[in-house]
T-cell receptor
Framework: EPEVTQTPSHQVTQMGQEVILRCVPISNHLYFYWYRQILGQKVEFLVSFYNNEISEKSEIFDDQFSVERPDGSNFTLKIRSTKLEDSAMYFC?????????????FGDGTRLSIL | KNEVEQSPQNLTAQEGEFITINCSYSVGISALHWLQQHPGGGIVSLFMLSSGKKKHGRLIATINIQEKHSSLHITASHPRDSAVYIC??????????FGKGTHLIIQP
């Protein structure tokens, strides 16, 4: 069965540095999402992306964050100047469309640790 | 803003017991998801519901749209069912809004 893949599985970065988290959604999927989960807390929505543009973003997704689909397969989340509080698990998800009766497919996540 | 409340927060049961996890949400939705998260963090989608009931193996999910309530049931529970079960809701094209999850432990 096709999967959403995320790399790296664990990223350790110094505070203030830029980080790029990568996702390869399922190939025929059209809607892409980033979520984060701070340790011990619930999963939170960051951003949704469709037709090469952001369709919705949460309050968390401030100017430090950006998303891009640089080619036909990758979907990236960039954090420009990382802060300690950006330490979290980041999940990518995708769905083919919103009308089919299909759930979102999640990647295994990238654990981001900011030192 | 949609709030998603789950109960119980923690549940410990003996192998073989029938398990029920509840989810309530505050505004109208287009779909409700039940997800499973194991230690190590990966999230697996179990069900997506917009009405009625779905069954997959020993798992059953129901939703009552009028009451804004959903339940996840596990029959003949097994230690391998131990995980965090998360309810999440979607409105239109929006991203999911998640509950805090129910930590389930099934003891042999």
């Amino acid at each position: 069965e096709p999967e959403v893949t995320q790399t790296p599985s664990h990223q350790v970065t110094q505070m203030g540095q830029e980080v790029i988290l990568r996702c390869v959604p399922i190939s025929n999927h059209l809607y892409f999402y980033w979520y984060r989960q701070i340790l011990g807390q619930k999963v939170e929505f960051l951003v949704s992306f469709y037709n090469n543009e952001i369709s919705e973003k949460s309050e968390i997704f401030d100017d430090q964050f950006s998303v891009e689909r640089p080619d036909g397969s990758n979907f990236t989340l960039k954090i420009r100047s990382t802060k300690l509080e950006d330490s979290a698990m980041y999940f990518c998800a995708s769905i083919r469309d919103l009308t089919s009766n299909q759930p979102q497919h999640f990647g295994d996540g990238t654990r981001l640790s900011i030192l | 803003k949609n709030e998603v409340e789950q109960s119980p927060q923690n549940l410990t049961a003996q192998e073989g017991e029938f398990i029920t996890i509840n989810c309530s949400y505050s505004v109208g939705i287009s779909a409700l998801h039940w997800l499973q998260q194991h230690p190590g963090g990966g999230i697996v989608s179990l069900f997506m519901l917009s009405s009625g009931k779905k069954k997959h193996g020993r798992l059953i999910a129901t939703i009552n749209i009028q009451e804004k309530h959903s339940s996840l049931h596990i029959t003949a529970s097994h230690p391998r069912d131990s995980a965090v079960y998360i309810c999440a809701v979607r409105r239109g094209a929006d991203g999911l809004t998640f509950g805090k999850g129910t930590h389930l432990i099934i003891q042999p």
